[in-house]
């Protein structure tokens, strides 16, 4: 599974079909229908006219990092873009992130779930949220503990604005994408137990990237996050400090 990526005049709609050739064929190894996994174009250090470019190519889940960057950005997108956060969020910039996204997937921790619902109810919003885990128990992630998530996933769905669709996590970031076959499998479980305890289904599972979308798809992923995959290299002097599995 090789990921090409570093040649730089290779247009987004040459990538964009070499990443839906391996969504496909990942699908097909574990049985599953197209449809049933959503591309989020990752657009972070990229400019708005590559956002454009995919959303004239069919792609309408757009992804960033950082609330600063988005503020900049997202206007000058085609409104019909959606906007997911997939960045670690400072409760400072709750505010900011619930008027800007439609989808929190970094959603780490019970206290900046009580911040988002407080800063929805003053904006009327009904933001999605996943639940962030760590599954690997990384030190340099951020995100809930497995068990920590199940004791307090009754406290966040308390949280009447907040609608939450599943849960996300970042692997590990190894060269051999097959390593991290295991942490996939156990977010799925998560999820599944999850469920069970909320007696109502997680539909979302946003797992694997542009190194490990064929193997988070394998296990489950109804969503693969992409960047570097669609769009190139992200320029290395802009990335963010807290972008796990990149370095
Ligand atoms: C940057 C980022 C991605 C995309 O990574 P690529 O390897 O460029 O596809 C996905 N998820 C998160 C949380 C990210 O920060």
């Known amino acids: 599974m090789s990921v090409d990526n570093s ?6 709609a040459d990538r964009l079909a070499a990443v839906e050739a391996r969504i496909a064929a990942a699908c097909d190894r574990a049985g599953r229908a197209r449809q049933e ?6 657009s972070k250090t990229h400019p708005a006219d590559a956002v454009a470019e995919a959303a004239r190519l069919g792609l309408t889940e757009f992804a960033e990092s950082k609330v600063q960057e988005a503020r900049a950005k997202i206007p000058m997108c085609p409104s019909r873009c959606r906007w997911h956060l997939i960045g670690h969020l400072q409760s400072n910039k709750a505010r900011d992130a619930v008027a800007l996204f439609e989808t929190i997937q970094s959603v780490d921790s019970l206290s900046l779930a009580r911040e988002l619902q ?6 009327s919003r009904r933001p999605k949220v996943l639940l ?5 128990g990384e030190s340099s992630k951020f ?3 497995p068990d920590r998530v199940l004791a307090e996933l009754m406290e966040v769905n308390a949280l009447d604005r907040l ?9 590990p970031y190894v060269t051999d994408s097959e390593r991290v076959r295991v942490y996939f499998r156990k977010l799925r479980e998560l999820r599944d137990a999850a469920a069970d305890r909320l007696g109502a289904p997680l539909p979302v599972l946003s797992m694997g990237m542009s190194g490990d979308l064929d193997v988070a798809i ?3 992923s109804t969503m693969v996050r992409v960047g570097t995959a669609l769009f190139g290299d992200r320029p290395r002097l ?7 599995g990149a370095d």
């Open 132 to 136: 962030e885990i760590n599954v690997a």
């Open 218 to 220: 394998e296990e489950g």
């Open 7 to 12: 040649t730089a005049n290779t247009s987004i």
């Open 37 to 42: 996994v959503t591309l989020l174009a990752v």
């Open 143 to 145: 995100g809930w503990a």
């Open 163 to 171: 609608e939450i669709h599943g849960l996300m996590t970042i692997a």
């Open 238 to 244: 802009q990335r963010a400090p807290d972008e796990s």
């Open 118 to 123: 407080k800063q929805a109810e003053k904006q």
